[in-house]
Each structure stands twice: as structure tokens, then as C-alpha cells.
């Protein structure tokens, strides 16, 4: 859940971290038309979804195009806006806060690199697995195998300006899903890659 502001559209975008290193923000997909990654968490959503760090709301309005009863939740108020227009329901939220139809969902959705919210996936997993219901599953998408699991500061910076606010972040790689899970007492039912993308779905253990 980057703070999604108006600016980052049409911007080279980047997650800038301390060390200097940065990492291109795939902005000019958050608004297009789902691809090949975005169909398979699209059609592995069978019932009541809760879209966490929803964005523009792209997968939240083609779930609900789809018929299925779809939730977004994003920290800004920008994000919740454009989602709404796009003929989806959504809430601002912080996926710590309490959540509308807490322990009844059947999905959750962790996409575009939002398994790295509060910069610890551990954590997060946990938080998220008290949302499902009983036989429930979070949908994720993560980096590729052989990256592990990395934290850092990073902060959001445009090809006009850096940003000033540095935030705790991280990165989940497809390697590292299997005992992440455990610890969240999960485990992965699938790993796949779909369009260049990685995606795993975890189920309780």
C-alpha cells in the first residue's frame, strides 16, 4: 500500500531506497487493461474478495465486472476515489486497522508488490490470515525465485522529484514464500508464473 497519489500516473516512477538503489514502480499498469498475471488472480478468485492496496482499483473493478463480490482498501484517499469511479466499492483503510467482514472473506489480494506493507511480510501474512474465512486464501504476487526476502527504507520518487517521507518496505521472492508462510502459519497450495510474473497462493496449514 504505497501512498497512491495522482502525480504517480503518467511518471517514471521508482521505490528509492537508503542505499541509493531504485526500483521502477510498474505505474502504467495499475490503470491498464489486466494482462496475462492479472487474469490468473483474476480467475482464482472464486468468492467475497478483499483487494488490499488496491490502487487505482484496476482488479477491483474487473472482479466486480465479473460478478464477484469485491472489496478494495487502500491508506489514500486518492486511490479509494479513482477506484470508486471506476464502478467499484472501496474503503480507506489500513490493512492493521479493522476490517469490514473481518474472518469472512474468501480471498485476499496481495498484488503489485504489496506483500512488502509495513516492510515485513511475516507479519503481514498473519494479519491477512485473520481476515479469511475457514477455508480461505491469500493471492500474492512475488519476486522471483533466487531474490529471498529483503527489508528496507524506501521512499517514492518521481522523474520530477524525490520524495521526502522514507517508509519500511520489502520484497518477497518466490524461494522464500514456503517458509515465510510456515511462519505465518500458512502454506503454499500453488507457486506459478503468469506474463513474466510470479504468484503464489496460500491457504491455513
Keep these: 500500500m504505497i501512498d497512491f497519489e495522482p502525480g504517480l500516473l503518467g511518471h517514471h516512477c521508482w521505490l528509492e531506497l537508503s542505499t541509493g ?20 488472480l483474476l480467475s482464482s478468485c472464486t468468492g467475497p474478495t478483499l483487494d488490499i492496496g488496491c490502487g487505482p482499483g484496476r482488479l477491483t473493478a474487473a472482479l466486480t465486472e465479473r460478478g464477484v463480490a469485491t472489496l478494495g482498501m487502500d491508506i489514500s484517499p486518492v486511490a479509494v476515489r479513482l477506484t470508486q469511479e471506476a464502478g467499484a466499492a472501496a474503503v480507506q483503510r489500513d490493512v492493521f486497522d479493522r476490517q469490514p467482514g473481518e474472518g469472512h472473506w474468501r480471498h485476499t489480494l496481495l498484488a503489485d508488490g504489496n506483500i512488502g506493507i509495513g516492510g515485513d ?6 494479519r491477512v490470515g485473520e481476515l479469511l474465512c475457514a477455508k480461505g486464501s491469500v493471492l500474492i504476487e ?5 531474490t529471498g526476502l529483503r527489508r528496507g527504507q524506501v521512499r517514492v520518487s518521481t522523474d520530477n522529484s524525490a520524495g521526502t517521507r522514507w517508509f519500511d518496505w520489502a520484497w518477497l521472492g518466490a524461494d522464500a514464500v514456503p517458509a515465510a508462510a510456515a511462519r505465518a502459519g500458512l502454506r503454499a497450495n500453488w507457486l506459478r508464473e503468469a506474463g513474466g510474473r510470479w504468484f503464489t497462493e496460500l491457504v491455513r496449514s
Design 121 to 126: 511480510p511475516v507479519r503481514l501474512l498473519g
Design 21 to 40: 538503489e531504485r526500483i521502477r514502480l510498474p505505474t502504467e499498469r495499475w490503470r491498464a487493461t489486466p494482462d496475462p498475471g492479472d487474469e490468473l
Design 142 to 146: 512475488v519476486d522471483p525465485p533466487g
